[in-house]
């Protein structure tokens, strides 16, 4: 992981959580569209579509660079996560996402069992640095995958709290703090939105020292926002910013619900 792979990451793994759906003993699916902007000009677009069955559910969905994307690199990825849904969270049973951005591509696969990883593969695997952070076991245990592990059920605490991310390859925390609530507006949601602070604390799997991690880790000014999907009960993201050197990145819901 460094700071540049978890901005994209965290793009995509936003719009993705973003997916969520009515819960109900039928089968229901939804889209759900999000754009992603550096410095407010286009950098990619998401598409995705989720799937709830009684207390299964399932989310797939794409992502395509866009715009100034293709300065950098042009950029592709498809990602899939499927497990429970408890009283708390949701919990994945497995994960899956493939890149590619420019000539560089890679296949990550995860599968969990209450909680905990079970089995992790990269392909093609990462040779590991020197200063390379290796994820122990215990770090493994009682983790959320990225996708999922930003959808909440209401009647739980949205912010402050900690969620204890595991994206295939490296282990972090993402730790959420209370900034009250502000409007939304987009196709298919129209009101209140839960802003949360966002501290970004990697735990292991990434270089040590390296400086886009410790610029990321010493920032206090990214935000996420969460929209209630009052079919589906549950609190999902519609809006996140992320301040880098070269201008913030953010996500935007362009599609919520209806």
């Avoid at 739980?156 to 390859?169: A, H, Q």
């Amino acid at each position: 992981m460094n700071g540049r792979g978890f901005i994209a990451g965290a793009a995509m793994s936003l719009a993705l959580a973003g997916s969520a759906t009515p819960l109900s003993s039928a089968e229901i699916q939804h889209r759900t569209e999000y754009a992603i902007r550096l410095s407010g000009l286009p950098v990619a677009t998401a598409s995705f579509q989720s799937q709830f069955s009684g207390n299964r559910f399932s989310i797939s969905g794409s992502l395509h660079s866009a715009g100034l994307a293709d300065i950098f690199a042009r950029t592709k990825g498809t990602t899939s996560v499927s497990g429970t849904v408890s009283r708390d969270k949701l919990r994945a049973t497995s994960y899956s996402v493939t890149y590619q951005s420019g000539k560089r591509g890679r296949a990550i696969d995860v599968t969990f069992r209450n909680g905990n990883v079970v089995h992790a593969s990269m392909v093609p695997a990462r040779k590991k640095p020197d200063n390379w952070v290796p994820v122990s076991r215990a770090d493994m245990r009682a983790v959320l995958d990225p996708i999922s592990g930003l959808i909440i059920p209401a009647g739980n605490r949205v912010c402050p709290k900690t969620l204890p991310i595991f994206d295939g390859e490296s282990r972090l925390d993402l730790r959420l703090t209370s900034k009250g609530t502000k409007s939304y507006s987009t196709k298919g949601f129209e009101g209140e939105a839960i802003v949360c602070g966002i501290r970004f604390i990697p735990k292991s799997g990434y270089r040590k020292g390296r400086d886009d991690v410790e610029y990321l880790r010493r920032l206090k000014t990214m935000e996420i926002w969460f929209a209630k999907a009052e079919g589906a009960n549950v609190y999902a993201p519609v809006y996140v910013q992320i301040p880098t050197k070269l201008g913030p990145v953010t996500v935007s819901a362009t599609r919520f619900g209806g």
